[in-house]
């Protein structure tokens, strides 16, 4: 790894911060990615992702990113757009209060990642990406913060989660967003519960996506064939999400 990676401890929360190889030289100011679930889609102990990404730096194929692994206190909470029933004794209710979380987020955490770093705060800039209800929370912030967050990342989305469909069909997504969404082929297969439908709700959100005129250089939808609902198979997607997410980014309107 040819870039720094540190960890913080701010409001309660550990941050784990990745600056890329040229941050030290003070010359440039990065695009940052925020990213769920204490950002294990990049620590390099989980993952080689940074590897992968580092090699896309130096062959331009991708902009230097700065990221920031986000710690959740409670993530059936701070994941979740409003009050749910748990699907099963064995968990909590869903808490519902990601629209607090994503305030944090939008409000607090931004302006002091911006603030602190050599960040490009603009919203073109500026991504947020998540698997499971991490994705699920991060597409909601697409559409409470997309003057905001410029750039969504949901690798393997909760869209099983009630009313959300309904929610997204209720609503427009601004146009401006760019949007990356994937879902493994055998995803909630051995599910016995709505979790089952994994694949055609994902599928069905893509839809209305599209249906809202969202472009094929705004919006991608990918399906690993064979792939289950799993931390390795979302880490294995990330940098390729963020690949698309901020390739050209210069050329867009």
Not at 52 to 60: I, K, N, V
Request: glycine share 10%; net charge neutral.
């Amino acid at each position: 790894m040819r870039g720094t990676l540190m960890t913080e401890s701010w409001r309660g929360r550990t941050l784990l911060i990745y600056l890329p190889p040229s941050y030290a030289k003070g010359v440039s100011r990065y695009p940052v990615v925020y990213v769920q679930d204490g950002g294990y889609l990049f620590d390099p102990f989980q993952s080689d992702a940074l590897v992968q990404l580092e090699r896309m730096f130096a062959h331009g194929e991708l902009p230097e990113l700065l990221f920031v692994g986000i710690e959740t206190k409670n993530r059936l909470d701070e994941y979740t757009p409003w009050h749910a029933k748990a699907l099963s004794e064995r968990f909590a209710d869903f808490g519902g209060k990601g629209s607090h979380y994503l305030a944090f987020l939008a409000e607090e955490l931004k302006p002091y990642i911006d603030a602190s770093y050599q960040t490009d705060g603009c919203q073109r800039q500026t991504g947020l990406v998540g698997a499971s209800l991490g994705g699920l929370i991060s597409m909601y912030a697409a559409y409470l913060y997309p003057h905001v967050f410029g750039k969504i990342g949901c690798l393997s989305g909760s869209f099983w989660y009630e009313g959300f469909l309904h929610f997204m069909e209720s609503h427009i997504v601004a146009s401006d967003l760019k949007i990356y969404m994937d879902v493994g082929s055998i995803e909630g297969i051995e599910k016995q519960n709505v979790q089952r439908e994994m694949v055609s709700r994902t599928k069905a959100a893509y839809a209305i996506l599209m249906n809202q005129q969202l472009s094929n250089k705004r919006l991608k939808f990918v399906i690993e064939e064979g792939a289950p609902h799993a931390r390795p198979f979302f880490i294995k997607r990330f940098p390729s999400a963020v690949k698309w997410l901020y390739s050209n980014t210069e050329g867009e309107q």
